[in-house]
């Protein structure tokens, strides 16, 4: 990737950032979710895994990358997600990470994290509203899909 290129999607990521948070821009508009995780971890050439933190209406509290992996995985730890979720107050998530590959089909393992996922934060009253696979050129929802 051109150095301009990545300029301007590092730009694009900071204006959306900045919509997320000051103009009530909602997480239940699932174009809008996909792009924003798309800019910011599509481009990487090794899989990270992220957590949109929401509040009670959906509005993003925080998004956090949380793990860093290889080229084909990343190992994800549920404790460390619930760990985040209480200490920013979320009531729901939509989690997303990256494939490298460029596929953006989860596979078995992406189903099994999910649901773990989903178990653990129930436990704690948080929602799990999607988990979103990214790759430079589509996006792939558990939600749309009835995964989640």
Known sequence: MK???RAIINQAQKILEGL????DLLANDPKAVMTYCQLKI???DHELFGVLFLNQQHRLIKSK???RGTIDSAAVYPREVVKEAIACSSNAVIYFHNHPGGTPSPSEADKAITRKLSEALILIDVRSLDHIIVSTKECYSFAEH???
């Open 3 to 5: 150095k301009e290129d």
């Open 20 to 23: 997320y948070k000051t103009e």
């Open 42 to 44: 599509a481009e990487k």
């Open 65 to 67: 990358i949380l793990f």
């Open 146 to 148: 009835g995964l989640i």
